[in-house]
């Protein structure tokens, strides 16, 4: 599956954004979901995952009550609603796929990604 994420930008604190992530290949429906982030010189870190169906979601304690994940499977698409943003939240933030594993936290457990699109939160 090819995926292609979307919606970054420069945004004050306090505001929102939403980042979008475009599936294409093989069947989206059947993949777990999850956005991750990597802000400059760390390390690339969970922020939220969904379940193929759409039933459980996941996130990081950082971003929790402020982000949203959803997905749309007619469309094939993922969605990371973003509000309250804070300057720490600055980082390139990348979409992912991964389909059989039992937990959803980790880089390696998913086996596909987008490119990344960057979000600025200046305080």
């Known amino acids: 599956v090819q995926l292609q994420a979307s919606g970054g930008g420069l945004v004050q604190a306090g505001g929102s954004l939403r980042l979008s992530c475009a599936a294409s290949?093989?069947?989206?429906?059947?993949?777990?979901m999850g956005w991750f982030r990597q802000a400059p010189g760390k390390e690339r870190e969970f922020v939220a995952a969904?379940?193929?169906?759409?039933?459980?979601?996941m996130y990081a304690d950082s971003v929790k009550g402020r982000f949203t994940i959803s997905r749309d499977n007619t469309n094939a698409a993922v969605y990371l609603q973003m509000n309250i943003l804070k300057p720490e939240d600055t980082a390139v933030y990348y979409c992912?796929?991964?389909?059989?594993?039992?937990?959803?936290?980790?880089?390696?457990?998913?086996?596909?990604w987008g490119q990344g699109t960057e979000v600025t939160v200046s305080s």
């Open positions: 992912a796929a991964q389909i059989g594993r039992a937990t959803y936290y980790n880089t390696y457990q998913y086996d596909y």
């Open positions: 969904i379940s193929w169906s759409g039933g459980s979601t």
């Open positions: 290949g093989r069947t989206f429906s059947i993949y777990a």
